[in-house]
C-alpha cells in the first residue's frame, strides 16, 4: 500500500492483489486522490511496520517476500527479535 501511493505500477499492482478490496473497505472506491483519504494514522502504522517477522526457523510476512533472494538481501530487511 505505501509504494503504491509513490509508483504507478506498484499501484497497479497493489489494486490487482487485494488493493482494490482495500479501498473499498474505506469506501474510497476509485477517487484518484485515494491516499489522501486514508487516516494519517493508518499511514504512521503502516510506515512503522516490520517487513517481516522471524522466530526461529519461521518467518512471517504479509506480502512483497521475494523467494528468490536471501532474506539478507531482501529491500527494507529489518528484523525483529523476540525478547
Not at 485515494?34 to 506480502?63: L, R, T
Request: with cysteine; hydrophobic share 35%; proline share 2%.
Amino acid at each position: 500500500m505505501h509504494s503504491a501511493k509513490k509508483n504507478a505500477d506498484k499501484l497497479m499492482e497493489w489494486l490487482y492483489f487485494g488493493g482494490s478490496q482495500t479501498l473499498s473497505a474505506y469506501q474510497i472506491g476509485d477517487d484518484l486522490n485515494w491516499a489522501e483519504k486514508v487516516d494519517p494514522a493508518h499511514w504512521k502504522f503502516i510506515s512503522q511496520c516490520n517487513p517481516y517477522y522471524e522466530h526461529g526457523n519461521y518467518i512471517f510476512v504479509h506480502a512483497g517476500l521475494n523467494a528468490n533472494m536471501h532474506l539478507k538481501e531482501q529491500n527494507e530487511s529489518r528484523k525483529v527479535t523476540l525478547l
